[in-house]
């Protein structure tokens, strides 16, 4: 039996208690979950509004030249920039000057990398291989990419 230690809110990341009791009941850790997002195999558009979805196998083996996987490893998140007190007061001038004007899973990109933060909204595993849905397009990656690390 898996001993489940909840993770503590970070500067870079947050966690929903959704998300920690799906990690606990598929025994997945907190840091396989942010190894996930930092380098997925897939990436798609999250069934919630304004998320993101990244899948990683969690074995592959190859046959025959190719790998293959018989299970998956999701996380589901959403970018928000840090609610500290220290960058409040310079959030809320920020978020003034550009409500409304990004699409769905547009990324402010004027906020420095240090204010923003993954939110996890929920991990699973999936059995077998899933079918590929709505790939995010390549600007919007680059964006996402680019404060990543």
Request: aromatic fraction near 10%; avoid cysteine; glycine fraction near 4%.
């Amino acid at each position: 039996m898996i001993t489940f230690k909840p993770s503590k809110k970070t500067d870079k990341y947050q966690w929903t208690k959704h998300s920690l009791m799906k990690m606990q009941y598929y025994g997945l850790s907190q840091q396989r979950i942010t190894r996930v997002i930092k380098s997925p195999q897939r990436i798609e558009e999250g069934i919630v509004e304004k998320t993101i979805a990244v899948m990683q196998p969690a074995s592959t083996r190859g046959i025959n030249d190719k790998k293959t996987w018989t299970s998956e490893i999701w996380a589901m998140y959403q970018i928000h920039p840090v609610k500290s007190a220290a960058s409040r007061g310079l959030l809320k001038a920020e978020f003034n000057r550009v409500k409304g004007q990004s699409s769905n899973l547009k990324v402010k990109n004027d906020l420095p990398n240090s204010q923003k933060q993954f939110k996890i909204i929920s991990a699973w595993r999936y059995p077998g291989v899933s079918p590929k849905r709505d790939p995010i397009p390549q600007e919007i990656l680059d964006e996402i990419n680019s404060f990543k690390y």
